[in-house]
């Protein structure tokens, strides 16, 4: 019934002279208003130090991609079971703010179900998921990098999740940037009216 339907669409666009644009699964995400973005920026971490982000997922699983970026080398580790007596710092909205969380469809009022905090007080730190290292940087003055490549991952609903990273560079670095990308997967909203808002269409029908 599905592909009927798609293929009803899709031939009543060809009479009507529109014709069907495709973009990727991420881009019309962002189009969507299911795409959220958090940047997680430490100053002056010691050596040793930790930077730890703490997600929590609601009702919808999310789609979380982790990126990080660090003057000097790193540990990464992720954890899931987490138990905390303090969920920490919610994301505010100036300069001044370590953790920031945005929709990334500016005309998008979506809800987001899924939660960051940041410095979370921590009971237990449950099932470790990852376990990686990042060589960022060299010496004493360590021009910094980027991991090749991305963690992801589908974070389960209702459940909680622990992000951090170790200072393990033998010094004090000046930034410690966690980049976490959260999207939504919604099956049941993949097809949609090919004339809907730029927030909710899946299929998308344009006019030459």
Same mark, same amino acid.
């Given at each position: ?75 990464? %580790? ?9 969920? !920490? +710092? $919610? #994301? /505010?909205?100036? =300069? ?32 470790? %998921? ?9 010496? !004493? +003055? $360590? #021009? /910094?990098?980027? =991991? ?32 976490? %990308? ?27």
């Amino acid at each position: 019934m599905l592909q009927n339907e798609l293929h009803n669409r899709f031939m009543k666009a060809i009479r009507t002279g529109f014709y069907v644009a495709t973009i990727d699964t991420e881009h019309d995400k962002v189009h969507e208003g299911k795409s959220y973005t958090a940047n997680y920026l430490e100053k002056s971490l010691a050596s040793n130090g930790y930077a730890r982000l703490l997600v929590k997922t609601g009702e919808r699983q999310a789609h979380i991609i982790i990126e990080a970026e660090c003057e000097g080398k790193v540990y990464f %580790r992720s954890f899931s079971d987490v138990t905390v007596s303090e969920n !920490g +710092t $919610a #994301p /505010g909205t100036t =300069v001044n703010d370590k953790l920031t969380l945005f929709n990334r469809c500016g005309l998008c009022t979506n809800g987001n179900t899924t939660q960051v905090f940041h410095t979370p007080t921590i009971t237990n730190t449950g099932l470790m %998921r990852g376990n990686r290292i990042f060589p960022f940087g060299q010496g !004493g +003055t $360590a #021009p /910094g990098g980027r =991991v090749s490549g991305r963690v992801e991952s589908v974070f389960a609903p209702n459940s909680i999740y622990l992000i951090e990273l170790q200072n393990v560079s033998g010094q004090v670095r000046d930034v410690v940037y966690i980049y976490v %990308r959260s999207r939504y997967i919604l099956f049941s909203h993949y097809f949609t009216s090919p004339l809907a808002s730029a927030c909710t269409s899946k299929l998308r029908i344009v006019k030459p």
